[in-house]
């Protein structure tokens, strides 16, 4: 791990769950990613919760990649933020992981409705299978009675808001690789790639959802000789669009 990136866990890794680590100071650039923070118990690895799994080295790749790829003024890390903190209308691009591991309590589905109602926008990611699914559509459903859960089409302006992107490649996590008989990387994951969507009474879109895909993990394994670069290439388009089309609509 990169010194400065070490530097920076190891305050994080000091603090319950990383959220209290980071001063509450405001955005620090034109875009400040956030990173949702929720009750979630720990991922197998110990001190990392559910939360944060592919904290930090996602977003060491991917707001330096932004930065490159748009020009926009980029933070160079994630605040990580609990949906009851007020702090939290500071950030309107809100980026959740693991959400088969949520159990949103009233407050929080209640300042999710506002945080969209305000101008954000979320994007979910790295949740996989029949069981995470049913969890995550329980809570987004109690948060969103009145506006469904769509399957994004393929003419969707957020597939072509920068970069033309195509749904029909599957981007894998790590753990979801390994090396076939012919010497060849390849993938085996829980069911096809879904993409799927909110929209509030605008027709604007307020929830991105990546299902059966781990776009967090092809930005922190961008550096990974194992990990395929074309799944990379198109995890920074789509999280590019995500942050363009959030920015403009």
Known sequence: MRAMT????????????????QPAEGPEAEFHMARMVYSSGYAGFGWRPWWAIDYPDAEYHFTRGLRRLTGLEVADD??????TDP????????????????NPGDAELASLREYVRRGGFI??????????WVVFQDGIRRAFPDWPLVPLAEDHSLMDVMFELDQRTQI???????????????????GPAE????????????VAVNFNMDMGDAWEHA??????????????????????????H
Do not use: C, K
């Not at 070490?6 to 680590?21: M, R, Y």
């Not at 950030?91 to 693991?98: A, G, K, M, R, S």
């Not at 993409?195 to 307020?206: A, Q, S």
């Open 6 to 21: 070490a530097v920076g866990l190891a305050a994080w890794l000091a603090s319950a769950g990383g959220a209290a680590a």
């Open 195 to 206: 993409w799927h969507g909110i929209h509030d009474d605008d027709g604007r879109l307020v």
């Open 123 to 132: 994007v979910v990611d790295d949740f996989h299978g029949p069981y995470d």
């Open 172 to 190: 894998p996590g790590r753990r979801h690789l390994y090396r076939a008989a012919s010497g060849e990387i390849q993938a085996e994951l829980q």
């Open 87 to 102: 702090e939290i209308f500071d950030y309107p691009w809100l980026f959740v992981q693991q959400v088969g591991h949520w």
């Open 78 to 83: 994630s605040r990580h933020l609990r949906l």
């Open 223 to 248: 550096d990974d000789p194992v990990y395929p670069i074309p799944m990379t290439s198109l995890a920074y388009r789509f999280g590019v669009n995500y942050v363009i089309y959030a920015m403009t």
